[in-house]
């Protein structure tokens, strides 16, 4: 059997006993995490989630680069389509985690670069092989980021493919106050 029949037949059992109609665009939960394409760091699996409860972005390195924020702006647009609203009282979680492969592209600053949208002199800066330094760096982007709804609660979380625990290095905090209407 290949992998496409065995993922076909794990969908036919999907469908037969877990999948939902009544699911809605919105997370349930109010909850964005953006974290890492390395398949141990799966937020699903990781906080336990069910189908509905949150919106995942995942990227090479969890990090905060244009096309997240791309896909972040996207998102909202999605959101208000569907008559929903991203920002105000939703949590947005920044998940990075130890032994992440995005230190193996060191030797590649170009592309890291390009990854960033920055010049390769910045890189330092991104702390890119500390995850507990480069979260923290990323929770400041995006709180820099004006663009962003100031009702986000955010947190910085590095999860340990080790011990399957996760470390919240940057507390629960809005992301900015919320202007006065």
């Not at 999605?78 to 130890?98: R, T």
């Not at 625990?165 to 809005?174: D, H, Q, S």
Request: proline share 7%.
């Amino acid at each position: 059997m290949n992998v496409i029949d065995t993922l076909t037949r794990r969908n036919e059992a999907f469908a037969k006993n877990r999948f939902s109609a009544d699911l809605k665009i919105m997370p349930s939960m109010k909850t964005m995490i953006i974290g890492c394409v390395d398949p141990r760091v799966d937020p699903v699996d990781i906080f336990g989630l069910m189908p509905g409860e949150a919106a995942v972005i995942r990227n090479v390195g969890g990090r905060i680069t244009p096309a997240t924020l791309q896909t972040m702006a996207m998102l909202r647009i999605v959101a208000n389509a569907s008559g929903g609203e991203i920002g105000p009282g939703w949590n947005l979680i920044v998940l990075h985690h130890n032994d992440c492969g995005i230190g193996c592209l060191a030797h590649s600053p170009e592309l890291l670069a390009k990854h960033f949208g920055v010049d390769t002199e910045d890189l330092e800066a991104l702390a890119i092989a500390n995850p507990r330094k480069a979260v923290a760096v990323d929770v400041a982007a995006l709180k820099a980021n004006l663009l962003l709804p100031g009702g986000f609660l955010v947190t910085g979380l590095v999860y340990d493919v080790t011990s399957g625990r996760i470390e919240v290095v940057v507390p629960p905090a809005l992301l900015r106050p919320e202007k006065p209407a």
